[in-house]
């Protein structure tokens, strides 16, 4: 993938097709990778972008700097100036949701549309999962074995879906196995989702948005969707139905069928 040398980071990216731009932020501990159910549906119509954040897999932050949802967003506004990318869409995946609400937030100039996915606006409000659902990701013991990773990533998808697409879970899993996360960079992730709180902020989010959820999402419960869409001014909610956290990967023609509707509208 190309590098792009930033402020604090040099960041790994690729970019697909032309037409509009469009930006994918991923969630927890993952990358561009994450997205290879989307790309290629939606390059055909958009100029995609997906990056590796900054710590994980091909993207090595400079000594000293610092992993957070604020650095995240200004590593997104960094590489549209590196692209000559005046304003794009944004769809952010759960963690990748945090991301893209903090660059709506501090870079409302760059953004066009939105979309927030399995996420939340964080806080004390924020409607926490059960609790083995956490631990799953709150340990880092053997942070990057093939074991590991499916432990806690299966979690992540419906059970129907865990059943019957078994090797749809494996590639993602092997995904991720595939792209290492440092120990460090992970607890830094995990340090900044649990901090998060733009309650009381998305208010001032002046983008056209749509919140997006899967009715099945054990992760992120569909009740953070609905008090988030409650929140964005105008922001509107869709509901896929028998998704999981993983809605995007389980429901990958219905999700994508979804956003290149908004953003295309």
């Not at 097709?17 to 993952?30: E, H, K, M, N, W």
Request: charged share 25%; with cysteine; hydrophobic share 45%.
């Amino acid at each position: 993938m190309p590098i792009a040398v930033l402020n604090e980071t040099e960041l790994c990216y690729e970019t697909h097709g032309d037409g509009d731009p469009l930006v994918l932020v991923p969630g927890f501990a993952s990358g561009a990778w994450s997205w290879e159910w989307q790309i290629g549906d939606l390059s055909d119509r958009f100029h995609v972008i997906a990056f590796d954040p900054r710590g994980v897999a091909g993207s090595k932050p400079k000594d000293g700097a610092q992993v957070s949802i604020t650095k995240f967003a200004d590593d997104v506004a960094e590489l549209l100036g590196e692209l000559r990318i005046d304003a794009a869409n944004v769809l952010g995946i759960s963690f990748g949701g945090f991301v893209a609400q903090e660059f709506a937030l501090r870079y409302p100039e760059k953004l066009k549309k939105l979309i927030l996915a399995s996420t939340s606006f964080g806080g004390p409000r924020h409607i926490a999962p059960a609790l083995e659902v956490l631990a799953s990701f709150a340990s880092t013991d053997g942070l990057n074995s093939s074991d590991r990773i499916r432990k806690y990533l299966t979690t992540a998808f419906s059970a129907e879906f865990v059943r019957e697409h078994e090797a749809a879970v494996n590639r993602f899993c092997t995904l991720r196995e595939l792209n290492v996360v440092p120990e460090d960079v992970y607890r830094q992730q995990l340090a900044s989702a649990m901090e998060f709180n733009a309650d009381g902020r998305v208010g001032r989010i002046t983008a056209e948005t749509l919140v997006l959820t899967g009715d099945d999402d054990m992760v992120v419960p569909p009740a953070n969707s609905r008090n988030l869409a409650e929140a964005i001014p105008g922001a509107r909610l869709r509901t896929i139905k028998g998704g999981g956290h993983m809605a995007f990967v389980e429901r990958a023609g219905e999700f994508n069928a979804i956003v290149r509707e908004f953003f295309a509208e």
